[in-house]
Nanobody, 126 residues
Framework: QVQLVESGGGLVQAGDSLRLSCAASGSTFSSYSMAWFRQAPGKERKFVAAIIWSGTMTAYTDSVKGRFTISRDNAKNTVYLQMNTLKPEDTAVYYC???????????????????WGQGTQVTVSS
């Protein structure tokens, strides 16, 4: 079992930056691919970014490419999401998920992720 705890959300203005963190419990973090999803009010949870267990592969949804960067520190059992040039449409609750299957590829559907954090709110004002 893995427990995930997100932090770093907040209220910012358009154009600002935030860095989200997701701290994981347990000794198997380095074997899990990790992802960030987000859910805006009244909408489905959607994929944002993912990083493979080794850190050598990443994936992003088109709307955040060039603005967001996902990274991980396996020594700290933590995955990060650096968000730059934030836009009002980035407003959502951000969740991190863990995929325990040790795949050689990344998955972008939330059904493939086995563990979830409680979420952190990001609000971007215009």
């Amino acid at each position: 079992q893995v427990q995930l705890v997100e932090s770093g959300g907040g209220l910012v203005q358009a154009g600002d930056s935030l860095r989200l963190s997701c701290a994981a419990s347990g000794s198997t973090f380095s074997s899990y691919s990790m992802a960030w999803f987000r859910q805006a009010p009244g909408k489905e949870r959607k994929f944002v970014a993912a990083i493979i267990w080794s850190g050598t592969m990443t994936a992003y949804t088109d709307s955040v490419k060039g603005r967001f960067t996902i990274s991980r520190d396996n020594a700290k059992n933590t995955v990060y999401l650096q968000m730059n040039t934030l836009k009002p449409e980035d407003t959502a609750v951000y969740y991190c998920g863990a995929d325990r299957m040790a795949r050689r590829w990344l998955v972008t559907t939330d059904l493939e992720y086995n563990y979830w954090g409680q979420g952190t709110q990001v609000t971007v004002s215009s």
